[in-house]
């Protein structure tokens, strides 16, 4: 289901990430690219969870993020279940989607840091699809209103919407992407390349698994990096320098490899022309994904989406 506006290019809707993963992230910052994203023709807000590293806590700032807009819907892309206890976790995003008023929209992910788990002393047994069904399941039960644990009362908030925030798989795998569509609302993913191909082959995936389980047509939505050249003289050496410091538990010499094509580094001539070809693969979203925390970008990429 789709939960906000749909904006940018033929129908398909564009959001935007908050740049929570560059160095020296000021809440000054968070909060002015929260306004403009919030004021432009943005059909999502979005932010990920990382757990060892320098970054704000996502359920924190889902709390901010829901108080400082009015419009844009909210999309945690994603949130490792594993990384919390799971009747909090309810709580935390059940608040959130009220003081949103309904506009969170939930990515849940296994993740791929041990470092991550470790940080938490969780259980790297239970990085499993499996255990990521039976988290999500958890989810819904509490905010169905279940009392799952013999309190006096259930555990609430209610969300805002009957049923809370619709549930998207953040996973780039076809097996766990099947085993998803028993479960889950749609896709939440994302594309290291900006690669329109693979992408597409992903989707008919997801489409003929949910077709398979009977369920309704998955939401399709996915993600790459970007930086402009209208605000850096470089934009292919600042993907290299974001990618450094986000992939810091990676050897840099795999990053290194990686950094020449990784995601978009152009004009927003460019740009719109790339999201042009994700529009014509059915993709209900394109989340941008910054390499430095500079605003002009949201500015920028808001009137060419306007």
């Known amino acids: 289901m789709s939960i906000g506006p ?20 000021t809440p000054e910052t968070l909060h002015e690219w929260t306004t403009l994203i ?45 990384l919390h206890d799971p009747v909090m976790l309810a709580k935390a995003l059940a608040t959130g989607d009220r003081l949103a008023g309904g506009r969170l ?11 991550d788990y470790a940080a938490v002393g969780a259980d790297l047994a239970d990085r ?17 209103g279940e009392n799952l644990t013999g309190a006096t009362r259930p555990v609430g908030p209610a969300p805002h919407r009957e049923g809370g925030p619709e549930l998207l798989v953040g996973t780039h795998g076809v097996r766990t992407l099947r085993h998803s ?17 693979g992408t597409a082959a992903t989707f008919d995936v997801a489409r003929a698994a949910w077709a398979e389980a009977d369920r309704p047509a998955p939401r399709l939505t996915t993600s790459f990096w970007f930086a402009l050249a209208e605000t850096s003289a470089d934009p292919r050496e600042q ?23 990784a995601g978009f580094a152009g004009t927003l001539a460019e740009l719109r022309a790339l999201l042009a070809r ?13 390499t430095s925390d500079d605003p002009r970008q949201v500015e920028l990429v808001a009137e060419l989406l306007g």
């Open 239 to 261: 993907v290299h320098r974001h990618l450094r410091h986000y992939m810091n538990w990676i050897p840099a010499s795999f990053v290194d490899a990686l950094a020449p094509t």
């Open 278 to 290: 994700f529009a014509d693969i059915g993709a209900d979203e394109v989340q941008l994904i910054p």
């Open 181 to 197: 569509a028993r479960w889950a609302d749609g896709l939440a993913g994302m594309t290291l390349d900006a690669d329109v191909a």
């Open 105 to 115: 929209s939930v990515g849940l992910g296994v993740g791929g840091r041990d470092e």
């Open 6 to 25: 749909r904006a940018g290019v033929s129908g398909m809707g564009v959001g935007m990430t908050l740049p929570v993963m560059e160095p020296h992230i």
């Open 128 to 144: 499993t699809m499996a255990d990521l069904a039976e988290r999500a399941s958890v989810l819904r039960r509490v905010w169905a």
């Open 38 to 82: 919030d004021a432009g023709p943005y059909s999502c807000l979005s932010f990920g969870e990382r757990i060892a590293f320098d970054n704000p806590d996502a359920l924190t700032l889902l709390g901010a993020v829901a108080a400082w807009t009015s419009r844009v819907p909210i999309a945690t892309t994603v949130v490792v279940p594993q």
